[in-house]
């Protein structure tokens, strides 16, 4: 798709994209825009400077450059050509900002990373810089500024937050309600939420209980691990409203095993700890 993208290019809106689609300029490779579609004269001068500069970094896998240029709506298009340099990204807290980082979770589509505080949280500076394309949910608010602020360290990499394209697929709410509208089953996990993560992590520090421990990194695994499938469904749907189906549906992920396993029976614990029910 990324190659059949022309609304990064200074002067050309989505609607003239649309109107290069319908001339029949599908990709990069088209030497010069069609005079029946109407552009600035400076975008047409610059037109094989654009091209020449978007593909040099479609091929240096510099997502960034896109991700700098597109409308953000349009950000969904920079999966599949950069899914290699990807990573989908979660974390927990202690509570809203101010608070702790407990566990962080990243998923790269083949390998899953986890860390937690007070045994290789450092660690995660360093190798979220292997990844030039961030995935999350309500990142841009949330997971993104938070360990900005935690680590005092800036995260400039291109970056999909998944909560506006599935907004614009009718898709709202957190990320569990999202899920729930795609029938997306999370057995043991499926009634687990934010403030269990929460609850799970202060039994934990009191306790050392590695069960506990476990619990909590299958859901924040589990949260991590979910957002492929979720960029999978928003790509395959926003594809459909262009004329490039076909060469770019994406399959289904399957997702991997999440090595830790989860107990419920804790987390009613933990719950009866806390409210007493």
Request: net charge neutral; glycine share 6%; with cysteine.
């Amino acid at each position: 798709m990324l190659s059949s993208t022309f609304c990064h290019i200074p002067g050309i809106s989505e609607k003239t994209e649309q109107a290069l689609w319908s001339s029949g300029v599908h990709s990069w490779s088209c030497p010069f825009p069609p005079t029946e579609v109407k552009l600035k004269q400076s975008t047409r001068n610059d037109w094989s400077h654009h091209i020449r500069e978007s593909i040099s970094h479609q091929e240096n896998l510099t997502p960034k450059y896109f991700s700098d240029k597109l409308p953000s709506k349009e950000l969904w298009r920079l999966y599949h050509d950069f899914q290699q340099v990807a990573a989908f990204l979660d974390i927990e807290t202690t509570g809203l900002f101010g608070g702790d980082i407990t566990t962080i979770a990243l998923y790269d589509g083949v390998s899953i990373k986890h860390y937690v505080n007070g045994v290789n949280l450092h660690e995660f500076p360093n190798d979220i810089q292997n990844y030039r394309l961030l995935i999350s949910y309500n990142g841009k608010s949330f997971d993104i500024p938070f360990i900005e602020t935690y680590f005092n360290i800036r995260v400039p990499q291109a970056h999909i937050d998944l909560r506006y394209p599935l907004k614009s697929l009718g898709l709202q709410g957190g990320l569990k309600g999202v899920e729930k509208q795609l029938g997306i089953n999370r057995d043991e996990l499926n009634d687990v939420n934010g403030y269990d993560a929460v609850l799970l992590w202060n039994e934990y520090k009191k306790k050392g209980d590695k069960a506990v421990l476990d619990t909590l990194l299958a859901y924040n695994i589990q949260d991590t691990i979910v957002l492929h499938t979720l960029m999978v469904h928003t790509h395959n749907e926003k594809i459909k409203t262009t004329p490039f189906a076909k060469a770019y549906t994406l399959r289904k992920p399957e997702l991997p095993q999440i090595p830790f396993k989860a107990d419920f029976n804790i987390v009613r614990r933990v719950r009866m700890g806390s409210f007493g029910y």
